[in-house]
């Protein structure tokens, strides 16, 4: 197991020094102690590290994303519809779903599109975070 210092994990993962030690105070990184009580980072836990960022380790060839499947969420608030329209400005993307007969518009990252592969037609579903809700009633 090659170990690293903080400085040049911190390298490798394309962060700073402090926010390194930082993470490593709040236990975030696994590290390994000399005798002289200065921390080393094992190769494993950069990998660990990078693969969590979403980046191949350094050496290896990346392997292409798996398709993503939700297969559990906490949150409640849910609405489950049709990609009715995208439209894509920019680093933008404005989706619009189709629930039933309603329409619910969000605007999320051109990335997220295609991350998601979201396409017209494709199931999706629509978590609402929020912390506050309106309610309105008509007059008539």
């Known amino acids: 197991m090659a ?3 903080v400085r040049a994990a911190a390298t490798r993962l394309g962060v700073s020094y402090s926010a390194l ?4 105070y709040k236990g975030t990184v696994r590290t390994v102690r000399t005798g002289g009580g200065h921390h080393r980072v094992a190769e494993t836990e950069i990998d660990r590290l990078l693969a969590a960022q979403g980046r191949a380790p350094r050496g290896r060839p990346r392997r292409r994303a798996a398709t993503a499947m939700l297969v559990a969420i906490s949150g409640r608030n849910q609405l489950r519809g049709l990609v009715e329209e995208i439209r894509t400005d ?3 993307a404005q989706v619009r779903l189709r629930i039933g007969d309603q329409r619910l518009t969000a ?3 051109r990335d997220a599109i295609d991350e998601l592969k979201l396409r017209r037609g494709d199931e999706a579903l629509a978590i609402i975070k929020s912390t506050e809700v309106m309610i309105a009633k008509s007059n008539g």
């Open 21 to 24: 030690k930082q993470w490593i």
């Open 90 to 92: 920019g680093l933008l």
């Open 107 to 109: 605007i999320i990252t």
């Open 3 to 5: 170990l690293l210092t």
